[in-house]
């Protein structure tokens, strides 16, 4: 059903409000899937061994390993993917020999695995504002009545 507006500023601040829900609540949850689905087929196809280990159970792309933020002023939904090693030596800074960074970063880049670069995180949020951002909108502000 459509709502009907006093004048041009209820209807903006209504659709601003609305977007920023969107965004900030199935957007966010979306995007968080995308990167999962990308990173079981980027790298864990690869790292069987990892996958049935930590995955997301304090893994890579557990949840609780990513922190999403979305700015209402610029619209932009940010996720930071903040797990931290976990193995025996590779802690941070416990071994030298091995890279100083998040793990995420580190798995991307492929600085200690012997395979070509997988960069799950932004192919994931490509695909996903290529294919599905406007779709999402779309049909998230048709429920809100736009």
Do not use: C
């Not at 009907?4 to 920023?20: H, P």
């Not at 025996?88 to 580190?106: E, I, Q, T």
Request: net charge negative.
């Amino acid at each position: 059903m459509a709502r009907i507006f006093a004048d041009v500023a209820s209807f903006e601040a209504a659709l601003e409000s609305a977007v920023n829900e969107i965004m900030e609540s199935v957007v966010a949850d979306e995007m968080v899937k995308e990167i999962q689905t990308f990173a079981r087929n980027r790298f864990y196809r690869y790292a069987p061994q990892y996958r049935h280990r930590r995955v997301t159970r304090g893994g890579m792309i557990d949840p609780e390993n990513m922190e999403v933020n979305y700015d209402p002023v610029s619209h932009e939904l940010t996720i930071d993917m903040v797990a931290d090693w976990q193995w025996k030596g590779f802690r941070r800074g416990a071994n030298p020999s091995l890279p100083d960074g998040d793990l995420v970063d580190v798995v991307q880049e492929n600085q200690i695995y012997n395979a070509p670069p997988r960069s799950f995180v932004s192919e994931a949020e490509a695909y996903y504002q290529s294919r599905r951002l406007d779709r999402t909108l779309e049909r998230e502000l048709q429920r809100y009545g736009f």
